[in-house]
């Protein structure tokens, strides 16, 4: 069975950090595009940062570039996501999601992705 089970979040200050973690099983993560979305309620998910099977090519929103790194370790099948400089607005719950083996190339549109984890809250807060 795929899956994809995020861990990592919580509460944080302003300024803070946070690792994401997303454990696959039942797939070889370098196979896969993969990457890091989020949704507040009532908005569109959105792409916050995607990786190629090869680590060749990134993806970042522009709001979290220069504080989000992506990065996965394909020995332990694990996709992260650092976090640093936490603002109110990278407030969400944080999903990882993979797109099909027959792609690799980056996309950010969320229905690219066919396999989703369960999300992660990140909330950023005083």
């Known amino acids: 069975q795929v899956q994809l089970v995020e861990s990592g979040g919580g509460l944080v200050q302003p300024g803070g950090s946070l690792r994401l973690s997303c454990a696959t099983s039942?797939?070889?993560?370098?196979?896969?595009?993969i990457g890091w979305f989020r949704q507040v309620p009532g908005k569109e998910r959105e792409a916050v940062s995607c990786i190629t099977t090869s680590d060749e090519s990134t993806t970042y929103t522009d709001s979290v570039k220069g504080r989000f790194t992506i990065s996965r370790d394909n020995s332990k099948n694990t996709l992260y996501l650092q976090m640093n400089n936490l603002q109110a607005q990278d407030t969400a719950v944080y999903y990882c999601a993979a797109r099909g083996t027959l792609y690799t190339e980056i996309s950010v549109a969320p229905y690219d992705y066919e396999t989703w984890g369960q999300g992660t809250q990140v909330t950023v807060a005083t």
């Open positions: 039942g797939f070889l993560l370098d196979g896969y595009v």
